[in-house]
DNA sequence: TTAACGACGCTAGTA
DNA sequence: GCGTCGTTAA
């Protein structure tokens, strides 16, 4: 009995009495730091300390980063306390249902195969243009995107093909309606065709079996007679509807959330799920979580007041035993550069010592910058590495994303599955075989009229009349390297058969443009192959692999041991909490966004999203706004954004901007009095006109530029430079980059990186290491 | 068939 | 400001 005892310690009252519910139905009011997660794995554990065994019980969370966590939280608990004991299943919704349909997808009897693939939104984009096409869909007229984006929450509404017409009859009718009433049923054919699901289709999918099959239904109910949903106030109407189907019987359903830190209703999202528990299970119990621990006194208040602005959502009384603190400090700057200086000073002055506060970071790590827009970071990025200032930056453009990575992903997606004519269009003539359009226009053709898939046509070439001999050659030749790839490694580790398929298809060769961007690409693809060696030892090494890469997130990759100031937009900043938060661009247009302008509740989701990013501050809290930004090529004038007039004046310190801009001083300021800014709003997006942007006199050389201030400064520049260092192709003693080797203690590895006589090898299971190759058991293999 | 060039549109946020 | 895509020249 003493780990019963051990996990409700610590706990405040609340918190102790949301832990030891162990069954029925439990709704947990959870305000921001209200030490939310720690309820979620103490609850877990105590009910496997009661006895539950760990198999029986699910949690769903909304990133695998926060996965990850819960499971070594778990471990961490149960250990020791415990002689032994199964885990949980612990994962997003989209990971969990992966694993699902693995199991289940074939009995849909739609065609579809448990190695089915998962396509991200470039690939389903792809295959609807290829679509529009076949439909004589003029793409002018209608956008790919916005057919994307009606199809997507169609799907999030659980509309099926076979039924859009109807759905669609509140839509009104117009062109793009129409357009989605041709498309979406071709759409979901298609993917049938290749075997393929997107993001949408895999919760789908799980709702589809689960309604279809009674007993499949019924042995996950048995399976999982304890669900507990993290963020549930950021679930959508299918994930809604899954839950619900799991957990009619039982009833033991636990959810965790806080609606007014709701930011995603763009994706689906609709907080009324949180809302609306207590009517769907009427016997909830239900705990509010109000004590806040993260955050100093004004920070709070200040949030709290901005949140007070919002008319839908519960009433909370989040408090804090801890003291006032530092007030927030709202700065007015110029524009986007002197912003980026500012926050860069700020920084810099902290480490230094040279701090007007009683807080003192303890290293960059302590400190973040939360932006509205993934476009803000550009001139930040500059001031800090003006600065010197070392930073990880999370979002933009996604490791995964990159086109060297998704082409070489494409190889492996075509070796799993050979339906997927997507990955087939995207490396038949990457690297060039000097096939045109012409002659994947013959193969299209023939795929068709016989019913195969691009790739299927391959292995029947010879018999294409309309082909030339050369052509049929190498495409032959292609077809007979992947088939041998296929026959000999596609069961074993994939580190192996990645690397194989770099090597004979001349990947690297082929990204060697000599230019520095080339060499970029290259490192890329090398890690690729650190990162694969994660999957090795897997029982479908593959298969794995590629579901890993297919939902990861950028914040899975957020790492919060090196010292370095993190830099991200505010949604992924959800969960997180650092010392020191600076929140740039605080201006109407920017935040909140243009988009909200005209719509109360979409205002009202931007001022949750302002919520959400003060309240990820422990001590300090600074916000910024620029008189003038540049955005999209144009310079924009912006006012203060009106959130800055409701964070009342108590709790907060406005500096206005002091001097002239660079050649500007005739620009007039509406200065803000003491009661707080009241600007009017003025802002013109330039979404909004549709103007024209003037074209930059001078052109920058982004990456020479880069690389001299990267020469200044020896701390890594960014998480690229991080991961791969200097490296060089081939050292002395005749290793080489991308070679497999074997270590007398670490096992076989895929050398990542040469600098001198030190290597850095990537081991299965182990990671990368460092090794000083003359003088180090190592061989060749 | 490929490389070079200019027009165009975008960026809100994401699994 | 920048990448993508389609057109054009070689």
């Given amino acids: ?144 995107r916005g057919l994307q984006g009606i199809i997507s929450s169609l799907k999030n509404q659980l509309v099926f093909a076979h039924n859009v017409s109807g759905a669609l009859a509140d839509w009104g009718t117009s062109k793009l309606t129409e357009a989605v009433e041709q498309v979406y049923p071709e759409y979901q054919k298609r993917l049938r065709e290749h075997n393929a699901l997107d993001f949408d289709d895999l919760l789908m999918k799980v709702v589809e079996v689960w309604e279809k099959c009674p007993d499949v239904l019924e042995k996950y109910r048995n399976k999982w007679q ?35 830190q709701s930011i995603y209703s763009f994706r689906g999202a609709d907080f009324r799920n949180i809302l609306d528990f207590e009517k769907d299970f009427p016997d909830a119990t239900v705990v509010k979580l109000e004590q806040n621990y993260r955050s100093s006194g004004n920070i709070l208040d200040t949030a709290n007041k901005l949140i007070s602005h919002n008319e839908t959502g519960r009433k909370k009384d989040l408090w804090t035993e801890a003291e006032k603190g530092e007030r927030i400090k709202v700065q007015e700057v110029w524009d986007e550069k002197m912003e980026g200086n500012y926050i860069a000073e700020q920084i810099k002055g902290m480490m230094n ?111 294409i009349s309309e082909l030339p001999a050369s052509k049929k050659m190498v495409l032959k030749d292609f077809w007979k390297q992947i088939e041998m790839m296929k026959g000999k490694y596609l069961n074993g580790p994939v580190t192996i058969l990645l690397g194989y398929v770099i090597d004979d298809f001349k990947i690297l060769e082929y990204l060697d443009d000599g230019s520095g961007e080339g060499e970029a690409r290259q490192q890329n693809v090398r890690e690729l192959l650190s990162v694969a060696t994660r999957y090795d030892a897997t029982d479908d090494s593959l298969a794995s692999f590629l579901e890993g890469v297919a939902l990861v997130a950028d ?122 800014y009241k600007g009017k709003v003025t802002f013109s997006h330039p979404l909004m006109e549709k103007g024209k942007a003037k074209k930059g006199d001078t052109i920058r050389d982004k990456t020479s530029m880069s690389a001299e201030i990267a020469a200044m400064n020896n701390a890594p520049q960014s998480r690229e430079e991080a991961l791969f260092g200097d490296a060089h192709k081939e050292n002395d003693s005749g290793f080489g980059v991308g070679q497999r080797v074997k270590h007398a203690s670490f096992g076989e590895g895929t050398i990542i990186q040469i600098s001198g006589d030190v290597l850095s090898v990537a081991f299965a299971g182990e990671g990368v290491k460092k090794i000083v190759a003359s003088s180090s058991p190592i061989e060749k293999i």
Wanted: hydrophobic share 40%.
């Fill in 1 to 144: 009995m003493q780990t019963l005892e051990q996990l409700l310690e610590g706990l405040n009252e609340k918190q102790r009495a949301a832990v030891s519910v162990l069954s029925g139905p439990l709704l947990i009011l959870a305000g921001a730091g209200s030490g939310k997660t720690r309820v979620l794995t103490n609850r877990t554990a105590y009910l496997m300390a009661n006895g539950i065994p760990g198999d029986q019980i699910l949690a769903v969370t909304f990133t695998n980063k926060a996965a990850k966590e819960m499971k070594s939280r778990i471990e961490q608990l149960l250990m020791g306390a415990m002689d032994s004991f199964r885990m949980p299943t612990v994962g997003t919704f989209h990971s969990i249902c992966v694993r699902i349909l693995r199991q289940e997808i074939e009995k849909l009897e739609q065609g579809y195969t448990s190695n089915y693939v998962i396509f991200d939104t470039d690939d389903s984009q792809k295959l609807l243009k290829m679509i529009m096409k076949d439909l004589q869909i003029d793409e002018k007229e209608i956008k790919v």
């Fill in 226 to 260: 304890h669900v507990m949903v993290d963020e549930y106030q950021d679930t959508n109407f299918v994930q809604y509807r899954m839950i619900r189907l799991l957990v009619d019987k039982h009833q033991n359903i636990g959810v965790v959330g806080d609606d007014h």
């Fill in 353 to 463: 010592g040279e701090h007007e506060t009683d807080f003192v970071p303890k290293g960059y790590k302590d400190m973040a910058i939360l932006y509205r827009m993934n476009a803000q970071s550009r001139a930040i990025e500059e001031a800090l590495m003006r600065h010197q200032i070392p930073y990880q930056i999370i979002g933009g453009t996604r490791f995964f994303d990159r086109k060297e990575i998704k082409d070489v992903l494409a190889y492996l997606r075509l070796i799993f599955n050979s339906r997927d004519d997507v990955a087939f269009l995207r490396i038949i003539n990457v690297p060039t075989r000097k096939l045109g359009a012409a002659t994947i226009e013959v193969i299209k053709k023939y795929a068709n009229e016989y019913q195969m898939s691009l790739y299927e046509v391959l292995e029947a070439v010879e018999d």
């Fill in 555 to 676: 914040i899975d990759n957020h790492n919060k041991d090196t010292d370095t100031v993190t830099l991200m937009t505010v949604h992924a900043s959800k969960g997180l909490e650092f010392p020191v938060v600076f929140l740039p661009g605080w201006e109407d247009g920017m935040f909140p966004s243009s988009s909200s302008q005209f719509d109360a509740a979409q205002l009202e989701e931007e001022r949750r999203l302002g919520y959400v990013a003060i309240t990820r501050a422990e001590k300090l809290c600074g916000i910024t706004h620029a008189k003038q930004r540049m955005l999209f090529g144009r310079t924009e004038y912006g006012s203060p954004s009106k959130f800055l007039s409701e964070l009342g004046t108590d709790t907060v310190e406005v500096v206005e901007y002091q001097g002239g801009g660079e050649g500007r001083s005739g620009y007039q300021y509406r200065s803000a009095g003491r009661e707080g």
